[in-house]
């Protein structure tokens, strides 16, 4: 089936730095959403894309559906970023989301 | 903003027992459905719906039943809980009009089956 695969599964960053998450799809998908689920468990919407690229704040999120990828970048990270980040898919229309596995973000001093 | 509610936030269950899982959204959507998540891990598609009355089998759905009595309400029903079902359980709705189908997460139930 429908696949999504997330990486890096962890990363550090040190207070003000950036870095780039991705993920990467086996069929082609119609839309992504990136999700952070903060340390008590709730999901909180970043982004939805159909297409392009989407930005807000320090966040900014490129989707190509032709070429089967996504990617969230992160700068000036802050303290309260840390958490764990999930990208998900759909590829039909009524938007059943595949899940990536998550990167787990940790901000350093 | 979407908002999606969730009941009981957390339960403690027995095996073999029924547990069932409640959500409502105020958002008028009509596609609800239902995740689950293990330690670790992406959520996983149990059951949907798009209309009222009427449910879909998601990716993971044996074990599970539904039930969608109305546009606001979508239930997750146990009927013989195992160790297997212990994670935690997100509802979701979204709207589908205007081509967007972005999805709103309730809080999560964290099921506990012993």
């Known amino acids: 089936g429908d696949q999504v695969e997330q990486s890096p599964s962890a990363l550090s960053l040190h207070e003000g730095t950036g870095s780039a998450l991705r993920c990467n799809f086996t069929?082609?998908?119609?839309?992504v959403q990136w999700f952070q689920q903060n340390s008590r468990g709730s999901l909180i919407n970043l982004f939805y894309?159909?297409?392009g690229t989407k930005e807000n704040g320090r966040l900014k999120s490129t989707f190509n559906s032709k070429e089967s990828y996504s990617t969230l970048h992160i700068r000036d990270a802050q303290l309260e970023d840390s958490g764990t980040y999930f990208c998900a898919a759909s590829s039909s229309s009524f938007s059943k989301l595949v899940f990536g596995q998550g990167t787990s973000l940790s901000v350093v001093p | 903003e979407a908002a999606v509610t969730q009941s009981p936030r957390s339960k403690v269950a027995v095996t073999g027992g029924k547990v069932t899982l409640s959500c409502h959204q105020t958002n008028n959507h009509d596609y609800m459905y239902w995740y689950r998540q293990d330690t670790g891990h992406g959520l996983r598609l149990i059951h949907y719906?798009?209309?009222?009355?009427?449910?879909e089998k998601g990716d993971i759905p044996d074990g599970y039943k539904a039930s969608r009595p109305s546009q606001e309400n979508f239930s997750l029903i146990l009927e013989l809980a195992s160790l297997s079902q212990t994670a935690v359980y997100f509802c979701?709705?979204?709207?589908?009009?205007?081509?967007?189908?972005?999805?709103?997460f309730g809080p999560g139930t964290r099921l506990t089956v012993l």
């Open positions: 719906s798009y209309v009222a009355d009427s449910t």
């Open positions: 894309l159909a297409s």
């Open positions: 979701a709705s979204s709207d589908g009009t205007g081509g967007s189908y972005e999805q709103y």
């Open positions: 069929t082609t998908m119609r839309a």
